[in-house]
């Protein structure tokens, strides 16, 4: 992953003069205007399997039902 540093922000007509830009562009020389390399190879999928640990009940209330505003 590539972290690409704070979130810029531009006004919506200068991205939409962008955009139309790059779409110009690639219908008049019908060529991609940027290549994604591929996803890398290997077995990383499960690396951290047992990694992780529970530590208190999953499917139980965060809070006792006497807490809640809506029963009351």
Wanted: with cysteine; aromatic share 4%.
């Amino acid at each position: 992953m590539v972290h690409m540093g704070p979130m810029a922000t531009i006004q919506i007509s200068k991205f939409m003069t962008i955009c139309r830009a790059v779409l110009d562009r690639m219908g008049r020389t019908r060529k991609p205007v940027a290549q994604t390399p591929p996803a890398p190879t290997g077995t990383w999928l499960g690396t951290m399997q047992d990694e992780g640990e529970t530590r208190n009940d999953l499917v139980a209330p965060a809070a006792d039902s006497s807490e809640w505003d809506t029963l009351r």
